[in-house]
T-cell receptor, first 116, second 111 residues
Framework: ETGVTQTPRHLVMGMTNKKSLKCEQH?????MYWYKQSAKKPLELMFV???????ENNSVPSRFSPECPNSSHLFLHLHTLQPEDSALYLC???????????????FGPGTRLTVL | GENVEQHPSTLSVQEGDSAVIKCTYS??????FPWYKQELGKRPQLIID?????GEKKDQRIAVTLNKTAKHFSLHITETQPEDSAVYFC??????????FGKGTHLIIQP
């Protein structure tokens, strides 16, 4: 349960605020992901970082800005969000493209974001 | 891009009976298919996965089958118990991509 951690667990922000979500993995993985989980919608992939380089962003609005300073840390910077951005934001990590590749993604507990 | 369809959206079964959840995918290049269980207020947890070079995999009461030709895969839970109640998500992955998830199935185990 502590392999992937996320902070904060809950966040309430106004539409003009700037905030950041943090994810840290202690599993020695080389790939990290951001997903958005809204009510009545499937988990949506937002960003993929493999070996600290972004490989996919799925046309996510520019008000979401990811940062991956090293293989253990992943951030999601938030700016000028809309109420419809309120959701659970989940981070995940996996070990990809190496000997013993499993593809298994381990999720963090998520940050429950509310945009007022 | 990949598209994953999952059915049913809600499944209610009597305790002790079997439950089957089905998913289809669109991208024939997808080669990894995990199933996640998410209890209310908790993170998704991997329960079983299968790769495209295998047709079936079993782990105690849980099994997954994959039909590459038809591009569908299924989760089978036998001898269901109350603690199996949760939302189950199927997913598909190809190469360096992230996971594409189905919409989820709310499994309810009736006592």
């Amino acid at each position: 349960e502590t392999g992937v951690t996320q902070t904060p667990r809950h966040l309430v922000m106004g539409m003009t605020n700037k905030k950041s979500l943090k994810c840290e993995q202690h599993l020695g993985h080389n790939a990290m992901y951001w997903y958005k989980q809204s009510a009545k919608k499937p988990l949506e992939l937002m960003f993929v970082y493999s070996l600290e380089e972004r490989v996919e962003n799925n046309s996510v609005p520019s008000r979401f800005s990811p940062e991956c300073p090293n293989s253990s840390h992943l951030f999601l910077h938030l700016h000028t969000l809309q109420p419809e951005d309120s959701a659970l934001y989940l981070c995940a990590s996996s070990q990809d493209f190496a000997a013993g590749r499993t593809d298994t993604q381990y999720f963090g507990p998520g940050t429950r974001l509310t945009v007022l | 891009g990949e598209n994953v369809e999952q059915h049913p959206s809600t499944l209610s079964v009597q305790e002790g009976d079997s439950a089957v959840i089905k998913c289809t995918y669109s991208d024939s290049a997808s080669n990894y298919f995990p199933w996640y269980k998410q209890e209310l207020g908790k993170r998704p947890q991997l329960i079983i996965d299968i790769r495209s070079n295998v047709g079936e995999k079993k782990d105690q009461r849980i099994a997954v089958t994959l039909n590459k030709t038809a591009k569908h895969f299924s989760l089978h839970i036998t001898e269901t118990q109350p603690e199996d109640s949760a939302v189950y998500f199927c997913a598909a992955k190809q190469g360096a991509d992230g996971l594409t998830f189905g919409k989820g199935t709310h499994l309810i185990i009736q006592p």
